[in-house]
C-alpha cells in the first residue's frame, strides 16, 4: 500500500539563509497579518548580524517555524527595555559579538501547523546554540496574550504573571515558557505597544544554561577549554603492614599510582597518615608523641615521591597526609598534593581530633585554600575536617568541585562519622567528595594498632547522579581500588537547575560565614 502524503512529510529544523527571506516573511505575514510582518531588509539585517543565531522548521517544503537570536550584553539583556529598542528596530543591530546572554527576539509558528510542537523544537535548538557558545542563558520579553481578558480580574499585569507563575492562572503563551524551564523576573511595561492582547506588556524571561558556572575560578576554566566534562577518580583503601625500608614503603605507593594510572585516572587518592607505616622500619617501642616526630624526618623522602610519581605517570596525586614539623616546631598534619604539572601543594588539616592533640601534640592549620588543576579547583578536607560544615562551604566558595577527604579511623563509629558527614557535605555544597582510609595493623605502633575503613566516591543526590548518592564503594576492611567518573558538567546542571539547588538558595541575608585573614 503507497505511503500517504502525510506519512512522506518531513518536520525538521535548520539554520536559516538568505534563500529563506520570502518564506520567512511570508509566514511573519500569515502569523501577524501584513502590517506587522517582517520586511524582506529585516530579515536580511537578523541574517547578516548573526547568521549562527537564525534558524527555520522546514515542513514538507514550507517554511513554518522562525526563530530569530542576537548576543547582547547582560545589563541591557536584564535591565528594563522594549522590543524596538533591545531589537534595533527589528534588525538585530543590537547584536554584540561579545556578549554573555542570547536574546530571543522572535519565535514565529505557522497557525495552520499548531500541534506538530514547532515552537518547542525551535526553543531546544535555541538552547542548543546558547550550551555550544558557553552563553549565561537566554532572555527575551514573552507576550500575555490573556491579560487584556484578565486585567479587571487581577488589576495589574504584575498580578497577573504572579497568578500565572504560581499555577493559579493559565496563559498561552506564559505558561508555554514555563513549561520550558524559562523562569520570570519580572514585567516589562511598553514592551511591545501594538501588542493589544498583551496591552504591550511582556514577562521577562530567563532560561539559565546549566553548565555555565558564575564563579569565576570555574569560569575561568571553562573559557580556557581545560574543563572537561568528566574527571576519573581512583581512591585506594590502603592496608597497612609493616615494612623494613622507606624503598619497600616507594614500591607499594608507586604500585597503586600505577594501577591508577593504567586506567586513565586523572586522581587517585591516599588515606590520611599513610606515612604512619614507616614507623615499623624503626621497631622500637616509642611514646606516641616520639612516634609523630620521628615520622617528620620522611618529610622530605614522601614530598619528592609524590612529586616523582605524579610526573611520571601523568597523574594528580592526593598524597594522604603526613606528619610535618613547621618552623616553629610546632607538628602539623598535611596533605601533599602532587599536580601533574609538577607542582606540589601542601593543605594542613584544621581540626586536629581530641587525641590528636593529647597523644601525638598535633596542631591545628590555619588556611584552607582550594587548588587550581587541569580538572578544575578542587580542595582537600582530612578525616576530622569534614564533620565541619564551614570548611567544605569556604571550599566550595573558592570554586572547589571535588573535595578529597583522606582519612584514618580506629573503629566503624569513627568511620561512619566522617562518611555521613561527606555525604552531607556532598549534598549541602552539591559537591563530589572522595574518601579514602586505611586498613591493616601496625602492632607496635602506639596509638596506631587497628583500623576500620569503606572507602568510597559521594555524588550529590539529584537525577542526573549514582542512586544512593554513592559512584563507587569498596568492601569494609579491604585493601582495594574504587573508580569513578564525575561528569562536571552535570555537576554544574544540578547547581543551576537541580531538584534543590542548595547553594543558590542560601540565605544569605540571614547569615554567612567569614574566614579570619591570616597574618
Not at 155 to 179: C, H, I, P
Not at 305 to 315: D, E, F, Q, T, W
Amino acid at each position: 500500500m503507497p505511503q500517504s502524503d502525510a506519512s512522506r512529510s518531513k518536520l525538521f529544523v535548520r539554520k536559516a539563509t538568505r534563500a529563506d527571506i520570502p518564506g520567512i516573511v511570508a509566514l511573519s505575514s500569515r502569523s501577524y497579518g501584513e502590517r506587522m510582518a517582517y520586511t524582506p531588509e529585516m530579515v536580511g539585517g537578523q541574517l547578516t548580524q548573526f547568521p549562527d543565531g537564525q534558524y527555520v522548521a522546514e515542513y514538507d517544503g514550507v517554511i513554518v517555524g522562525y526563530c530569530a537570536t542576537f548576543r547582547i550584553d547582560e545589563k541591557s539583556a536584564l535591565g528594563r527595555h522594549g522590543w524596538r529598542e533591545i531589537t534595533g528596530g527589528g534588525y538585530a543591530s543590537r547584536h554584540d559579538a561579545n556578549g554573555d546572554w542570547l536574546y530571543g527576539m522572535e519565535v514565529c509558528v505557522d497557525p495552520a501547523r499548531r500541534g506538530l510542537r514547532i515552537g518547542r523544537r525551535l526553543y531546544d535548538r535555541r538552547k542548543r546554540l546558547c550550551l555550544q557558545l558557553g552563553l549565561r542563558g537566554i532572555v527575551f520579553g514573552g507576550r500575555l496574550p490573556g491579560l487584556s481578558k484578565r486585567i479587571k480580574q487581577y488589576g495589574s499585569a504584575e498580578a497577573y504573571v504572579a497568578a500565572v507563575n504560581e499555577g493559579k492562572a493559565r496563559d498561552l503563551t506564559l505558561s508555554f515558557q514555563l513549561s520550558n524551564q524559562f523562569e520570570v523576573i519580572g514585567v516589562l511595561p511598553d514592551y511591545l505597544p501594538s501588542d493589544h492582547e498583551s496591552l504591550g506588556y511582556a514577562a521577562h524571561l530567563v532560561w539559565r544554561n546549566p553548565s555555565f558556572s558564575d564563579h569565576p575560578a570555574i569560569r575561568t576554566a571553562q573559557r580556557s577549554g581545560d574543563l572537561p566534562a568528566a574527571v576519573r577518580v581512583a581512591t585506594v583503601q590502603y592496608q597497612q603492614r609493616r615494612i623494613k625500608s622507606f624503598e619497600e614503603f616507594a614500591t607499594q605507593i608507586e604500585y597503586f599510582v600505577d594501577i591508577a594510572a593504567d586506567y586513565r585516572s586523572d586522581f587517585v587518592v591516599f588515606p590520611e597518615l599513610i606515612t604512619l607505616q614507616l614507623l615499623s622500619i624503626e621497631n622500637q617501642p616509642l611514646s606516641p608523641s616520639d612516634s609523630i616526630r620521628t615520622l617528620t624526618k620522611y618529610t622530605t623522602q614522601y614530598r619528592e615521591l609524590m612529586h616523582k610519581l605524579a610526573v611520571s605517570y601523568n597523574i594528580n596525586i592526593i598524597g594522604g597526609s603526613h606528619p610535618t614539623q613547621m618552623d616553629d616546631g610546632d607538628i602539623h598534619n598535611i596533605c601533599y598534593v602532587a599536580l601533574r604539572d609538577g607542582s606540589v601543594h601542601e593543605r594542613e588539616k584544621i581540626h586536629p581530633t581530641p587525641n590528636e592533640v593529647h597523644w601525638w601534640k598535633i596542631a591545628g592549620g590555619d588556611s584552607a585554600e582550594a587548588i587550581a588543576t587541569d580538572c578544575g579547583p578542587i580542595g582537600v578536607m582530612i578525616c576530622y575536617d569534614s564533620e565541619f560544615p564551614e570548611l567544605a562551604r569556604h571550599l566550595v566558595d573558592q570554586g572547589a568541585m571535588i573535595l578529597f577527604v583522606p582519612y584514618c579511623t580506629d573503629v566503624r563509629q569513627g568511620h561512619l562519622r566522617v562518611r555521613y558527614c561527606c555525604q552531607a557535605r556532598a549534598v549541602e555544597n552539591q559537591v563530589y567528595v572522595v574518601t579514602s582510609g586505611n586498613v591493616g595493623n601496625l602492632p607496635g605502633v602506639n596509638n596506631f594498632d587497628i583500623q576500620y575503613a569503606q572507602s568510597c566516591i559521594i555524588t550529590p543526590c539529584d537525577f542526573p547522579f549514582a542512586p544512593e548518592g554513592i559512584a563507587a564503594d569498596t568492601t569494609p576492611n579491604a585493601e582495594q581500588v574504587a573508580f569513578a567518573d564525575l561528569r562536571l558538567d552535570d555537576l554544574m546542571q544540578a547547581r543551576a537547575s537541580g531538584t534543590v539547588q542548595n547553594l543558590r538558595d542560601r540565605r544569605h541575608d540571614l547569615y554567612q560565614t567569614t574566614w579570619k585573614r591570616r597574618g
